[in-house]
């Protein structure tokens, strides 16, 4: 028998018959997004929004689903409006989110929510992120490895340096006919258009005769209309517009680094002289964008922040910290060990860096920590007791452990979004960074148990 259509039928009315099945993985994080210490991290920096947020106006969106959302955002790596529409249209992470039935946040809301936490919040969930890794045998902190990375900024390539030209006076171009002025040609003569009549009638905003016009290199600003009546247009005195408030802030922000760009183009163009990186700007929208060196084949020159990221075994990343500048690798043992004892009560039994790490004082500073095995393979040319030193069998699985801390770096910036940084200015780049640490450490968590259950 030949059917047209099942009959009608409401898909929520079946949810109660319907077997939701979390992924292993994602049940797992579930879980560890119960915690209350992680909640209340995140209601304190939410409830600072306005001075009574917390107490008079209309209902928000509950704290549980903000934090549910920015999570389930980077763990996938989407836009807040792919966040927002694949939430809506999945009953696993309206679940995950604890939504239910309520309508999705939209995305505006969730981004203006996102700003509203602080980078020095994220650094302490990370902190309780690590503990709860700790207590679900995830980790256990005995080895430390250390590595860093440079998170681009969302900015041009900077072509300042490439093709650069002098500049070099012209050939002075002959007058063009006509007394300089344009219009169409009749027979060969340049016709001139008509000006306008001069008077009273003439509008009183239009530049006079030989002025050049406000904005192209000279000349004097327009004059403000007049209102009819004799008053001047605009906001009542002391009470400027929103509009003209928000044009003042941009123009107090940008005016010094357009100086600052002016100065650094004459001192290198036209003088010849070299201006250091860090007297360089090399983005009005992003001045904190820093030139990066790090002797790469592929790519020398790189434009944004350097990240040093220090991690657990198991996969777990304790710790990230957005550096100042092109910073040296050297100044970074000192905080990991630090940080490392702080959080465990105890140093690493065996601590691992890349060569650009190694010095004398280093190494003893992590001997002098506590820390039994100090992998910090010397750079250039080894001496004889170096090189034997370096051939132990424990110094070379040291080499191969610190190894792995390439590929974890390659999984945070193809899946965790460190390759680039889409949020804006220093803080932005600290949330970016912090919450893309975190969502990787959950998924390690919840891999880690996951594998454990099943196995």
């Not at 100042?324 to 465990?344: C, E, I, W, Y």
Request: glycine residues 10%.
């Amino acid at each position: 028998m030949l059917r047209e259509r099942y009959g009608p039928s409401s898909l929520f009315d079946a949810v109660p018959q319907l077997a939701l099945r979390f992924d292993p993985e994602l049940a797992v994080v579930d879980r560890l997004l119960d915690d209350e210490a992680l909640f209340r991290l995140v209601r304190d920096d939410l409830a600072r929004r306005y001075p009574r947020t917390a107490l008079t106006g209309r209902p928000s969106t509950p704290v549980e689903v903000v934090l549910r959302l920015l999570v389930v955002k980077h763990l996938h790596g989407w836009s807040y409006e792919d966040t927002e529409r694949f939430v809506a249209d999945s009953l696993v992470l309206r679940q995950v989110c604890r939504l239910g039935l309520e309508p999705v946040p939209h995305h505006t809301a969730l981004l203006r929510w996102a700003n509203t936490v602080q980078p020095a919040t994220l650094h302490r969930l990370l902190d309780r992120v690590v503990e709860l890794a700790v207590a679900a045998r995830a980790t256990r902190g005995r080895k430390l490895r250390a590595d860093g990375t440079v998170v681009e900024t969302d900015v041009h390539h900077p072509a300042d340096a490439a093709g650069r030209r002098r500049a070099r006076p012209g050939p002075a171009r002959p007058p063009r006919s006509g007394a300089g002025r344009r219009g169409r040609r009749r027979g060969g003569r340049p016709v001139p258009r008509p000006r306008p009549e001069r008077g009273p009638d003439r509008p009183a905003h239009r530049v006079g005769d030989g002025a050049r016009p406000h904005g192209h290199g000279g000349g004097a600003p327009r004059p403000v209309r007049a209102a009819p009546g004799g008053r001047r247009r605009g906001p009542p005195p002391g009470r400027p517009r929103p509009t003209a408030a928000r044009l003042r802030a941009g123009l107090d922000r940008f005016a010094p680094l357009v100086g600052r760009v002016v100065d650094q183009a004459t001192r290198r163009v036209l003088r010849g002289e070299e201006v250091a990186a860090a007297d360089k700007v090399l983005s009005l929208f992003e001045p904190h964008t820093a030139l990066v060196r790090r002797g790469k084949a592929r790519q020398p020159t790189e434009f944004g922040r350097k990240a040093w990221l220090d991690e657990l075994e198991g996969g777990v990343v304790s710790r990230h910290a957005v550096l100042v500048g092109n910073a040296s690798d050297k100044a970074q043992v000192g905080p990991s060990l630090d940080h490392h004892a702080a959080r465990f009560g105890r140093p690493p039994d065996r601590f691992a860096a890349d060569r650009g790490a190694h010095s004398p004082a280093n190494e003893r500073l992590a001997a002098d920590a506590g820390v039994r095995r100090v992998c910090l393979p010397q750079p250039g040319h080894a001496g004889p007791d170096r090189r034997r030193h370096e051939r132990q069998r424990w110094f070379r699985r040291a080499v191969r452990f610190r190894t792995g801390a390439e590929g974890r770096i390659s999984l945070l910036r193809r899946r965790f979004g460190l390759r680039r940084c889409r949020y804006r200015g220093e803080a932005g780049m600290q949330r970016w960074t912090g919450w893309g640490v975190i969502a990787h450490d959950l998924r390690a968590v919840g891999r880690a148990v996951a594998r454990r259950q099943a196995a």
